[in-house]
């Protein structure tokens, strides 16, 4: 195996810009799609949810989300249109000390995304990246800096990569929202104890679970009250809240508005 990993990358390699690294606020019907990319990407998730499949592994998008992706990788991706998604995208060459491109199969390269600890981290990194003028040679010396933390980020948060029995666990959360899972349900259907489970967690999503289960409703909840016609009790127990005076607080917390305003209001 390759020792030239993203640390490797970071510390030794010629980093050379193919384009000007941008910032997308994605309008509400974007989607994006790449049979073979042409270079090297980093692509940081900054706000917004989605879902991305890469070489025909899908992933659900979510702030603080970093890729790091190859020449030839086959890209797929689509947001939310309730939740749109703000993205930083930076596209460059990879050269090794002797100004000599190296081909993505000489790189050991995460295989799949990695997660900020902090999505505030990942946005400030950003925006060093972008902050630069290619006549100016102290921000270009910014910009290539802020590109080398961002594989130092990529390269530390993906020694331990995504756990599958992880993603297990998530997407029976995603089929069942409305069931009261603990703990000690979630870390037995990952193979984990509860303390383990709670832990890789939250080294993948950035919170806990139950507080990440939450979030989830939410979402859920804002798209059945923008998107159909079921009554806000409905709803609420589609979401898993029997008592519907508590889901209406919980809403109001999490969205900003109460789902009767928010439906009075579909353009909000």
Request: overall charge negative.
């Amino acid at each position: 195996m390759s020792d030239k990993d993203a640390f490797w990358i970071a510390k030794n390699a010629d980093l050379r810009l193919t384009a000007t690294p941008v910032l997308y606020h994605c309008e509400p019907i974007w989607s994006w799609k790449s049979e073979s990319l042409p270079d090297y990407a980093v692509w940081g998730i900054l706000e917004g949810e989605g879902s991305l499949v890469q070489n025909e592994r899908r992933y659900a998008l979510s702030p603080g989300m970093c890729f790091l992706f190859s020449p030839n990788d086959k890209i797929e991706a689509a947001q939310n249109p309730i939740d749109p998604l703000s993205l930083f995208v930076a596209r460059f060459e990879i050269l090794d000390t002797e100004g000599q491109s190296i081909p993505s199969d000489h790189l050991a390269l995460p295989a799949g995304p990695v997660r900020a600890t902090h999505p505030s981290s990942l946005e400030a990194i950003a925006n060093l990246a972008l902050a630069w003028d290619a006549e100016n040679e102290i921000e270009n010396r910014i910009q290539d800096h802020a590109l080398r933390i961002l594989l130092l980020l990529i390269a530390d948060s993906g020694r331990n990569g995504f756990d599958e029995r992880i993603l297990h666990a998530s997407a029976l959360i995603d089929s069942d929202l409305s069931r009261k899972w603990t703990l000690e349900e979630l870390g037995a259907e990952a193979g984990l104890s509860a303390s383990q489970f709670s832990r890789l967690f939250i080294n993948q999503f950035g919170e806990p679970p139950i507080q990440n289960l939450i979030h989830r409703r939410m979402r859920e909840a804002k798209r059945l009250v923008l998107e159909t016609s079921l009554s806000i009790d409905e709803i609420g127990a589609a979401v898993g809240y029997e008592n519907l005076s508590f889901f209406e607080r919980q809403f109001l917390k999490h969205v900003g508005f109460a789902p009767e305003t928010l439906r009075r209001n579909r353009a909000i």
